[in-house]
């Protein structure tokens, strides 16, 4: 493995304001805390309410499917205007949709206030942030992308156990409201002082060369297609198995607080893992470094439907943990290592589109299945064949395309 490229280390410390508002800005976003909060709301809510376990997490289509529409209109939005600019009303949004949910007295406004959250908050999405980040950091763009969006790493560490304090001390509208007041006591403050920028995200450091290819020319290649399809396997795959692993772990008889500890793993592996895989990609050939990670995933899938073990449970988990950290951080990067600058966003949105709409049909999706089977037994056999499935297609994007600013087109015979 090589060392950093020249530069690197410079790119990081001029960043690091940069880093650390992004960082928190991922975490307190329309996907992150609702995605992070669901699951550890679903068996209190259902026991409160009355409604089945699939229309509860079937409010994560609204969250992360409306992202998903909403994704292309916030990447235009971002060209034009800027980060800043779009990402600090957002985090209002976040807050307000999410006190409509937890004010809910029917299934409908549930799902009108998770809606109403992803709609008014889609400007803190991983769109934005890296937008930002490939924006500003070149030699070292994949360990700034890891550091960046660790902060959903965070929202999975903290938030389930968090909810579940919050649930057992005052129910699940006092929990929810919580969630609902991150963006604004957290994120807000950090994103004002330190997200300053044009359209392009810099802070503490030069813009890199805004050289690529435009939106017509990436839908047009093979190498779209290819990525967003293993994104949105991927995706169908983790989001369907974060979702339910605590109700599948209290269905075997364990406590919310030991199946939140142990879900809370992911969130543990997400930490390191998002950082060093972001470090790897920088030195070597990243749909590589994704399809390990992602057979090993499926093989984490077929343990867990076959043990009550704590420590492979703690493993498997470790395992999913590497896998959902990186997803964002390596479609991030590849998209402007294929395509390049010129029109990240608007680009990696219709891309991010694949993955937040794995993300919201998957939890209802796994649910029903669960409901038909009795067991989340097969959840486990179709995200195992999901993540074969995204891993098999990364290798087939070839090598990265050279850009340089006098040859905006993608060289696919370039190394």
């Not at 499917?65 to 205007?81: D, H, N, R, Y």
């Not at 999410?98 to 400007?123: D, H, R």
Request: aromatic share 10%; with cysteine; net charge neutral.
């Amino acid at each position: 493995m090589s060392r950093m490229p020249a530069g690197g280390i410079d790119e990081l410390l001029g960043g690091w304001r940069l880093l650390i508002a992004c960082a928190v800005g991922v975490g307190c976003s329309a996907i992150a805390l609702p995605y992070y909060a669901i699951g550890a709301l679903t068996r209190p809510i259902e026991d409160a309410m009355g409604w089945a376990r699939s229309d509860i997490q079937f409010a994560i289509l609204f969250s992360s499917g409306v992202g998903a529409l909403s994704a292309p209109v916030t990447g235009w939005m971002i060209e034009k205007f800027g980060t800043r600019a779009v990402a600090l009303p957002s985090f209002f949004g976040v807050s307000a949709g999410l006190f409509v949910a937890a004010s809910a007295n029917t299934i409908s406004m549930f799902y009108a206030g998770f809606a109403l959250a992803a709609i008014l908050g889609a400007g803190t999405n991983p769109v934005l942030w890296s937008r930002a980040i490939a924006g500003s950091f070149d030699k070292a763009r994949g360990t700034a992308l890891g550091l960046a969006l660790v902060g959903t790493a965070f929202a999975a560490l903290a938030l389930p156990s968090m909810v579940t304090a919050l649930v057992e001390a005052s129910g699940w509208r006092h929990a929810l409201r919580g969630v609902a007041l991150l963006p604004l006591v957290l994120a807000l403050p950090l994103v004002f002082l330190w997200l300053r920028s044009g359209s392009d995200g810099v802070s503490g450091s030069d813009a890199v060369a805004h050289v690529g290819v435009k939106v017509g020319e990436a839908v047009s290649h093979y190498r779209f297609w290819l990525l967003g399809l293993s994104i949105l396997a991927g995706y169908l795959a983790i989001s369907g198995l974060l979702t339910g692993l605590i109700p599948a772990l209290t269905d075997r008889g364990l406590s919310a607080a030991s199946a939140s500890a142990i879900v809370g793993m992911i969130g543990i592996a997400m930490i390191p893992g998002r950082i060093a895989v972001g470090i790897v990609i920088d030195r070597i050939w990243a749909p590589a470094v994704a399809c390990v990670l992602l057979l090993l995933s499926a093989i984490a899938c077929l343990v867990l439907q076959q043990t009550t073990d704590t420590a492979l449970l703690l493993a498997a988990c470790a395992v999913l943990g590497l896998t959902a950290g990186a997803e964002l951080d390596l479609l991030a990067f590849l998209t402007a290592r294929y395509f390049g600058l010129t029109q990240f966003s608007k680009i990696y949105a219709l891309l991010y589109a694949a993955l937040a709409t794995g993300s919201a049909v998957a939890p209802g999706m796994f649910a029903f299945l669960r409901e038909k089977t009795g067991s989340y037994d097969l959840s486990f056999s179709v995200a195992a064949a999901l993540f074969v499935v995204a891993a098999l297609l990364l290798p087939m994007l070839g090598r990265y395309p050279n850009f340089t600013p006098e040859n905006q087109s993608a060289q696919p015979e370039s190394a």
